[in-house]
């Protein structure tokens, strides 16, 4: 199984949006509703920031948004902020396990 | 608060094998609801599914590792391990074991330990 796919990097500025895309395949993401993201900073644990596509965890700003289209899923970060530099992991299940994304850098600019 | 602490060797010669614990607290593996899982990260890399498990004895592995791992769990210690055979180099990993919301919500996390397989 091969990771799904995230671009290496992305970058905006505060107070801008920005979309990280997740591309997988008809077997795991097109196939179930259960794709997760995690933001990770330098030398911690990932954080989950979204759960089944869409779901937000309680504790998790509104800023973060998920959803998903055909094979695609993506990540919407709004009103962006200094902290929310960090590393972005996607995870999807496969029907027998899961598969996460390669992850991809967000700067701040 | 549910925590998850991995515990091990941060040093495995290469051949051997590679095996760690994670402890929970605050949580009962035995209570059911959730799997229990191994992600190691390569350094500077991204994260990669290793296992899961459930108490009642369902285990599912990474079909790329599946040949050298192997998952377990202690509901008596509260406590779940990984063991992983024939090491080398590539298996240099930050581990994290992880609670997860069946079947890919991994909501609590340890803070990971570094084991490095060099002779």
């Known amino acids: 199984q091969s990771a799904l796919t995230q671009p290496a990097s992305v970058s905006g500025s505060p107070g801008q949006s920005i979309t990280i895309s997740c591309t997988g395949t008809s077997t795991d993401i097109g196939f179930y509703n259960y794709v997760s993201w995690y933001q990770q900073h330098p030398g911690k644990a990932p954080k989950r920031i979204i759960y089944d596509v869409t779901k937000r965890p309680s504790g998790v700003s509104n800023r973060f948004s998920g959803s998903k289209s055909g094979n695609t899923a993506s990540l919407t970060i709004s009103g962006l902020q200094a902290e929310d530099e960090a590393d972005y992991f996607c995870n999807s299940y496969t029907g027998s396990g899961t598969l996460f994304g390669g992850g991809t850098k967000l700067t701040v600019l | ?119």
């Open chain 2, 1 to 119: 608060q549910v925590q998850l602490q991995e515990s091990g060797p941060g040093l495995v010669k290469p051949s051997q094998t590679l095996s760690l614990t994670c402890t929970v607290s605050g949580s009962s593996i035995s209570d059911g609801g959730y799997y229990w899982s191994w992600i190691r990260q390569h350094p500077g890399k991204g994260l990669e599914w290793i296992a899961y498990v459930y108490y009642g004895g369902n285990t599912y592995y990474n079909p790329s590792l599946k040949s050298r791992v192997n998952m377990s769990v202690d509901t008596s210690k509260n406590h779940f391990s990984l063991d992983l055979s024939s090491v080398t180099a590539a298996d240099t990993a930050v581990y994290y074991c992880a609670r997860v919301m069946w079947p890919n919500s991994y909501d609590y996390w340890g803070q990971g330990t570094l084991v490095t397989v060099s002779s």
